[in-house]
């Protein structure tokens, strides 16, 4: 079997990637280790930056964000009881979009589905060849049958654990990473929103985020040490928790009700350098990782995907590797500046174990500016709705 551009993964990015190639007439096959259902089983993140919207309108599945998507041009800080309102639409004249990475992958999997584009699920102990020579190939598992697929390139969007960037020489790979002390614990419930618009709030027990999906689904988010368990966090014990770490006046709004689903997620910041080798391309998760306080994991790899999708166009329509050339750092230029603004949210918003007196009064003054310069909230509300791309 064969194909331009094989493309490992079947998330958000690489479903992107696909989609955007398959309609500018290059061919292209996703394998993926998991089952289609696995793969919109997983609950990430639902704020869209407009390189992520202008990506899937370039792919042609904006229907259902246009209908459902939430506009929101602002969000609410606070801190230890201060509150503010960034206004994002006053500050930079821009907004961001809610609608949930679910949605997101749903809508590009039937859009794939609809022009016949081939993804094949189940793809086990899948294996890149060659990667740095003229002729990649890749290599799996389906039904018990080992196969072979060759092609011009390799799209790794196959996230944090996947194969493609283990495939990398691991002296050609320089890695760069801060894990934090501390987790988020999740809970997705059928009720609405606490607020029209997220908050963000550092409190003395923990960071608070109140987020949403729709109107009528919320997701909050508590700080918890890395010891937590799941089993640890009733229902009930969460909302409770919730509730003691916000003012009166937004509890008094809460509406609670049963997990739809409940986690605990570590936060890290990645980023490995190349994410080119060869013929192989890494992109999404596969690539870097953010602390989602910055709420840019999903929109970094559709960044990534809209850089690779051009370089790919550029050499197949006009012959050009100018684009691939400069895949890399292009990305990574983009890639530092959302991992410098999640670790700048990371740090101010949170409550760390052992934090000194000076800690504490700079976490304070980075909040001060944001209430009493305009240039301070300006630059939060330009990285928070997104970099240029």
Not at 11 to 16: A, K, M
Not at 75 to 87: K, L, M
Request: glycine content about 8%; charged content about 25%; proline content about 4%.
């Amino acid at each position: 079997m064969r194909t331009q551009v094989a493309i490992i993964g079947a998330g958000p990015s690489g479903l992107l990637l696909g989609q955007i190639l398959a309609k500018n007439g290059i061919d292209n096959i996703i394998l993926e280790r998991q089952t289609g259902e696995y793969v919109l089983g997983r609950i990430r993140a639902g704020v869209l930056e407009s390189v992520v919207v202008d990506g899937l309108e370039r792919a042609g599945v904006t229907k259902n964000l246009k209908e459902q998507g939430l506009v929101h041009e602002g969000c609410e800080i606070i801190f230890n009881g201060q509150q503010h309102r960034i206004d994002f639409k006053k500050l930079v004249n821009r907004n961001v979009v809610v609608y949930g990475q679910t949605e997101v992958t749903r809508d590009l999997m039937e859009a794939r589905a609809e022009i016949g584009a081939t993804t094949i699920y189940e793809a086990k102990d899948v294996k890149l060849h060659d990667v740095d020579s003229a002729a990649p190939y890749v290599t799996y598992t389906k039904d018990g049958q080992e196969h072979r697929l060759d092609c011009d390139f390799i799209a790794g969007c196959d996230g944090f654990h996947g194969v493609s960037r283990p495939t990398i020489p691991a002296h050609i790979l320089k890695e760069y990473e801060r894990v934090y002390p501390f987790g988020w614990l999740g809970l997705m419930s059928d009720t609405p929103p606490v607020s029209e618009e997220l908050i963000y709030a550092k409190h003395e027990r923990g960071f608070v985020l109140c987020s949403q999906r729709s109107k009528t689904r919320s997701r909050y988010y508590l700080q918890v040490p890395l010891t937590d368990k799941i089993e640890d966090w009733s229902d009930e014990r969460f909302w409770e928790e919730l509730k003691a770490r916000l003012a009166p006046e937004i509890t008094a709004n809460l509406v609670t009700g049963p997990s739809l689903e409940k986690s605990i997620a570590p936060l890290r910041s990645f980023v490995t350098e190349p994410m080119r080798y060869g013929k192989l391309f890494l992109a999404g998760d596969a690539a870097h990782i953010v602390p989602p306080t910055g709420a840019k994991g999903l929109n970094l790899a559709g960044s990534d995907v809209l850089y690779l999708s051009d370089a790919l166009l550029d050499f197949y329509q006009n012959k050009s590797e100018a684009g691939i050339d400069n895949y890399s750092a292009r990305c990574l230029k983009r890639i530092w500046g959302a991992e410098r603004f999640s670790w700048y949210m990371t740090k101010m918003l949170h409550t760390f174990d052992h934090i000194d007196d000076w800690d504490e009064k700079m976490q304070e003054a980075e909040f001060n500016q944001l209430l009493n310069s305009e240039y301070g909230a300006k630059l939060l509300a330009e990285n928070y709705t997104g970099l240029p791309y």
